[in-house]
């Protein structure tokens, strides 16, 4: 992928605020309960160093995301933003206002209401037809009332909807930044891998073999050596001529982990051991044996005390080391301690080390070793999808310095 490129996005620190309307595409889809409250308030969090800035500079800030998947033909009450204002101004300290629509009356009227400083978040984009379909109607009205935009929704990056694309798009000439949040995901999901100190070694695991081709591929063109572990090593044993047990596998994938395997030679590292179990179950029967030697009625639920060892030894020596995906069923105990292993390998590591958003991220978290890791991205799929070197046209569209 072309780092230099993505590494020279105009960000919002660039663009002068003071009086300008700023439309910035937030990630606010945050986890509720069934009463709506908000269980893990991370994500707007994470957008608050974009938020303060223009607050602080006297911008008249606009906050637009989505929450959930309501149907796109109006208004759901079960997906309004509304509680996500609210937890805004508790964490800005300041009024937050709140618009019941996205480009309806409510919204031009609070647009037309903000004052040096203030701050405005509009209803559900996800309520009006428009934002999946790209409607010119819906989109030229938001981007009219904007003389600044500003992406700030990484989890949403790899995604076409209006508000991430064809707003900016109808902006025309107006400055279009990337907020501190995608700036610094870029950095690290694609400039530092485009240019890693070597070392450079990925750790994968996960279910499946199908959701990772494209990583596992891209990632094999650019790293010095990637390990595999979780379920989708048993398919790359199958590829062997391994016996997997009642292992997760995928037979459909076998010919493409044959190529996997020979594209990769020395560079993939499969697992040496298997701690496996005769059942799904915390408490099922357990036993370690070698890798491709699983019994019948026997599955692979972790990677074995070998690999985790030979893992945590290779990430100790890399310079620059990225993890996306568990090594076992990390959530049921003791399946979990390959996972820990190679959480701590990482955190322990003096290189710099990136973990990818999801499983990955919270097991990083659990454990409580966020802040011993460089970079733990906020997204899940588009985090995937910037290991597999894709481009974004949320992000090519955005002022280069
Ligand atoms: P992914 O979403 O692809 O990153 O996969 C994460 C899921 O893979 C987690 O829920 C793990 O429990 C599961 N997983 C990892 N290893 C295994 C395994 N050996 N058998 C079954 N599930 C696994």
Partial sequence: ???????????????????????????????????????????????????????????????????GRPKGKGPEPEFTLRPTAVRLSELLGLPVAFASDTVGPDAEANVKALQNGGVLVLENVRFNPGEKDGEAVYSNK?????????????????????????????????????GFLVAKEIQYLSDTIANPQRPFVAILGGAKVSDKINVIQNLLGICDQV??????????????????????????????????????????????????????????????????????GWEGLDIGPETAKKFASIA?????????????????????????????????????????????AAAIEQLGFADSVTHVSTGGGASLSMLEGEKFAAVELLDNC
């Fill in 316 to 360: 100790g020596k890399a310079k620059t080391i990225v993890w996306n995906g568990p090594m076992g069923v990390f959530e049921m105990p003791p399946f979990d301690r390959g996972t820990i292993a190679v959480a701590e390998a990482i955190a322990k590591s003096d290189g710099i080390s990136i973990i990818g958003g999801g499983d990955s």
């Fill in 227 to 296: 390990l595999i572990g979780g379920a989708m090593a048993y398919t790359f044993s199958l590829a062997q001529g391994g016996a997997t047990g009642k292992s997760l596998v995928e037979k459909d994938k076998v010919d493409l982990a044959k190529k996997l395997i020979a594209m990769g030679g020395d560079k993939l590292v499969l697992p040496v051991d298997t701690h496996c179990g005769d059942d799904f179950k915390g408490s099922c029967n357990k036993q370690v044996v070698k890798a491709g030697e699983i019994p019948d």
């Fill in 142 to 178: 938001l981007a009219s009332w904007a003389d600044i935009y500003c992406n700030d929704a990484f989890g949403t990056c790899h995604r076409l909807e209006a508000s991430m694309v064809a707003v900016p798009n109808a902006m025309g000439a107006k400055p279009k930044v990337v």
């Fill in 1 to 67: 992928m072309d780092g230099a490129s993505e590494m020279a996005k105009k960000s919002i620190a660039d663009v002068d605020c003071q009086g300008k309307v700023v439309l910035m595409r937030v990630d606010f889809n945050v986890p509720q309960d069934d009463s709506g409250a908000i269980t893990d308030d991370r994500r707007i969090r994470m957008a608050l160093p974009s938020i303060e800035s223009v607050v602080k500079r006297g911008g008249k800030l606009v906050l637009m995301s989505h929450l």
